[in-house]
């Protein structure tokens, strides 16, 4: 396995981890879409789903966690009214609920800080 393919596994499968350890708050069908190197060391992941409301309610954020070795630099997301806040170990999306069945789309940049693991 490649150095680059490594580092895009991991930063794809912290996206993924973090996503599915929302669950007790909100669900949604998540996948990772892509995972695009930038040229300056950093990857952008993005992750497509469909909400759906737990307890009746629409998730009203995200907080996604950096793991070790991996630093946040930047996020986005297409849902209007919806706001980022980053630092290097955690990306919050916040802003009104989103209604059972809308789909939405959310980026986040990441650098990889350590050396893969060699075999």
């Known amino acids: ?3 680059f393919l490594h580092r895009l596994m991991l930063v794809a499968g912290l996206m993924v981890g973090a996503l599915v350890g929302l669950a007790p708050a909100a669900a949604a069908h ?3 879409d892509s995972a695009t190197p930038n040229g ?12 759906v409301a737990r ?3 629409p998730p009203p954020g995200v907080t996604v966690s950096a ?7 930047g996020a986005g997301t297409d849902l209007a009214g919806w706001t980022t806040d980053v ?3 955690t990306v919050t999306f916040t802003g009104p609920g989103i209604p ?5 789309s959310v980026t986040v940049d990441a650098r990889i800080t350590v050396a893969p693991a060699r075999r």
């Open 67 to 73: 793991g070790d070795g991996v630093e946040f630099t």
């Open 40 to 51: 300056d060391g950093t990857t952008t992941v993005t992750r497509s789903g469909t909400t």
């Open 1 to 3: 396995m490649t150095r």
């Open 100 to 104: 059972t069945g809308q789909r939405s």
């Open 55 to 57: 307890r009746g309610r």
């Open 87 to 89: 630092d290097p170990t």
């Open 30 to 32: 998540v996948a990772v």
